[in-house]
């Protein structure tokens, strides 16, 4: 069920799903009861609550859920969340960078996640992330990059490579066969690290951390009927501002 997953801070963990815990999305045209019945068991597998783990509708933009809000939408549109009492949250992914964050608070860890596409990564969905857990007090932030397409696999035509790259070189890339490609990993941990957000590459138990390339992973690119695997962090709470 998990790439993998670790205790990253006291009471905080972190995760990565694989194609064992089956397709997570609800957008990919996958009977949304079996969706929601393979989210039922990856909550009860890390133990929370039956309908506590957020998942977001994420559109390639750069908008950042509050998930403490008490007037949250039942399915958030956005790329992004962040959370200063322990909510559960998950970033769905087949391609995409699965961006997990965490720091400490005055009252506690601060998490979040973001899903770094290479439209959102351009336009700034990390910075804005970053931007939102620092204005919660958050100290010390690492990051944790899962499973995505590497920059062997991710060929683009040459103008767009040209375009991101002005606007983030770390993600100029060639694929294994010599033709123009992007590298998102690249992008994000440029991006994370001029931030002064550290970056942690985990090696998951399943093998390569390129999703084209690893079939226990979901990949658009390889087979857009795989679905989506996760990005989770969960373990912080909950917990209320006006908490002691």
Avoid: K
Wanted: aromatic share 4%.
């Amino acid at each position: 069920m998990f790439w993998w997953q670790d205790e990253v801070a006291q009471g905080v963990r972190v995760a990565f799903t694989d194609r064992g815990a089956g397709n997570l999305a609800l957008h990919t045209g996958d009977d949304p009861e079996a969706v929601r019945s393979r989210r039922a068991a990856l909550e009860r597998s890390i133990g929370v609550a039956g309908g506590a783990l957020v998942f977001l509708d994420q559109v390639h933009g750069t908008d950042v859920l509050d998930a403490d809000r008490q007037d949250r939408p039942g399915v958030p549109t956005a790329d992004a969340a962040v959370t200063a009492e322990g909510v559960p949250l998950a970033v769905m992914v087949a391609d995409c960078v699965p961006v997990v964050l965490v720091g400490e608070g005055p009252q506690g860890p601060v998490t979040g996640v973001a899903h770094a596409g290479r439209r959102g990564l351009l336009d700034g969905v990390l910075e804005r992330a970053v931007e939102q857990l620092r204005g919660r007090g958050a100290r010390g932030l690492s990051a944790w990059l899962g499973p995505s397409i590497c920059g062997s696999c991710y060929e683009v035509p040459a103008a767009m490579r040209e375009e991101a790259a002005a606007r983030i070189p770390a993600v100029a890339a060639t694929t294994s066969w010599g033709t123009p490609a992007l590298d998102l990993r690249g992008g994000a941990r440029e991006r994370l690290s001029a931030l002064g957000v550290g970056v942690v590459e985990p090696t998951g138990a399943a093998g390569s951390s390129c999703t084209l390339e690893n079939e226990h992973l979901s990949s658009h690119r390889r087979d857009p009927g795989s679905g989506r695997i996760v990005g989770l962090v969960w373990g912080a709470g909950p917990r209320r501002r006006d908490a002691a």
